[in-house]
């Protein structure tokens, strides 16, 4: 496995693999890797002839008040990850050698961010869209892996590539569970035994939601109270949005006439948690 921290060396392997006919896959992320990142790494390989992992903690997608010099830094470990997945190079710069401190130039998707995790976290996507970008060209993959967990970051990447005419597909690939149905995030790591106990409460509102959504008895409103019900039952307060929003261009729905998503952020102590899950338009017997 290669491990570079340089651009130009990154450069220089992928333009190699690509001269010599291979695709590359690229799976980025900022480390502490998990069951989910390792089944991008899957993904990437079942789809490309190489795969590659970026690990690197932006710091231009975490406000002043967030978790940036808390973040889990596992560098090691996700090494050992990467080799035992088979992964052929990783990518783990130093923040120095990504920004140069001279950079005036922010990648900006407006609509997409405007709702959801968007106001509650001020300058994310912008962060998030710039070091995708960036990313995408130190390492110009031919396909590039993103978990359904972050789904409006992949909705924003989707568009970014979009507009900007990268050469490159998104592939989104579903979100990887525990056993209890937490969506796995590196951030479960914050929380305390008491709160990991309630966690699951957010997947199970959830699912019970799409169910009721898809069998087309219950209105959207009725949905999200009760969503909101199943998550203060389980002590879970602080919630920063329960919304049902159209799959592709993520605006409110008031009713399931299309493909949606039902999305959920909310805060168990000091973590942060986010989720969200599909739901088809209901059958109709006519
Ligand atoms: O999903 C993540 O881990 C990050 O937001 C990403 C896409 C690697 C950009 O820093």
Do not use: W
Request: include cysteine; aromatic fraction near 6%; proline fraction near 6%.
């Amino acid at each position: 496995m290669l491990v570079f921290q340089s651009i130009e060396e990154t450069r220089t392997a992928v333009g190699k693999y690509q001269r010599d006919g291979q695709r590359v896959g690229l799976v980025p992320t900022m480390g502490a890797l998990h069951e989910g990142h390792f089944s991008l790494v899957r993904a990437a390989k079942t789809n490309c002839d190489v795969a590659a992992v970026t690990i690197f903690v932006n710091p231009t997608q975490f406000g002043p008040n967030e978790d940036f010099r808390n973040y889990p830094r596992t560098l090691e470990q996700d090494l050992e990850g990467c080799a035992r997945e088979g992964v052929d190079l990783v990518f783990t710069p130093t923040a120095e050698e990504v920004f140069t401190g001279r950079a005036r130039t922010t990648v900006h998707v407006a609509a997409l961010t405007a709702g959801l995790c968007g106001p509650h976290r001020p300058g994310h996507f912008d962060g998030v869209a710039t070091i995708v970008a960036k990313l995408f060209h130190i390492l110009p993959a031919d396909a590039a892996f993103f978990g359904e967990k972050d789904y409006q970051q992949l909705a924003v990447i989707r568009r970014m590539v979009e507009d900007l005419n990268f050469p490159i597909e998104i592939v989104p690939c579903p979100t990887v569970r525990e056993p209890d149905g937490l969506a796995m995030s590196s951030r479960n790591r914050y929380l305390t035994h008491d709160e990991r106990a309630r966690a699951p409460a957010i997947a199970a509102a959830l699912f019970a939601a799409q169910s009721q959504l898809e069998a087309g008895g219950l209105d959207v409103k009725t949905v999200v109270s009760d969503i909101v019900r199943s998550l203060r039952n389980a002590r879970i307060e602080l919630i920063e949005y329960v919304e049902i929003v159209g799959a592709d261009d993520l605006r409110p729905l008031t009713q399931v006439d299309r493909p949606a998503r039902i999305c959920v952020a909310a805060r168990l102590g000091n973590t942060r948690l986010i989720d969200n899950v599909p739901v088809d338009a209901p059958r109709s017997d006519g």
